[in-house]
Nanobody, 119 residues
Framework: QVQLLESGGGVVQDGGSLTVSCVAS????????IGWFRQAPGREREFVAHVDWHAGDIDYADSVKGRFTIFREPSKKAVYLRMSHLKPEDTAFYFC????????????WGQGTQVTVSS
């Protein structure tokens, strides 16, 4: 079992920056991928960014490309999402999730952290 703990959410002004963190614990050797997702009130959860835990391959949702950066720090079992040029439409609850070998879907989820962008 893997536990994920997000932190770093908060309120930021339109155009501002914020970095949220995701720290894994437990059977972390089973992790193959970490993803960030978000869900705004009244909307479905959507993919934001993903990083291959071992190889470091990365991909982003089109809506955040060029503004968000996902990076990992394996020694701390952490993955970060640096968000820049934030917009009010980025306001959402941000979750990290892990794929665990041999599954190909995200099965472990954190509790999330709220990011609010004020206009």
């Amino acid at each position: 079992q893997v536990q994920l703990l997000e932190s770093g959410g908060g309120v930021v002004q339109d155009g501002g920056s914020l970095t949220v963190s995701c720290v894994a614990s437990g059977r972390t050797f089973e992790i193959t991928d970490i993803g960030w997702f978000r869900q705004a009130p009244g909307r479905e959860r959507e993919f934001v960014a993903h990083v291959d835990w071992h190889a470091g391959d990365i991909d982003y949702a089109d809506s955040v490309k060029g503004r968000f950066t996902i990076f990992r720090e394996p020694s701390k079992k952490a993955v970060y999402l640096r968000m820049s040029h934030l917009k009010p439409e980025d306001t959402a609850f941000y979750f990290c999730a892990a794929k665990l070998y041999p599954r190909i879907d995200f099965t472990s989820w954190g509790q999330g952290t709220q990011v609010t962008v004020s206009s």
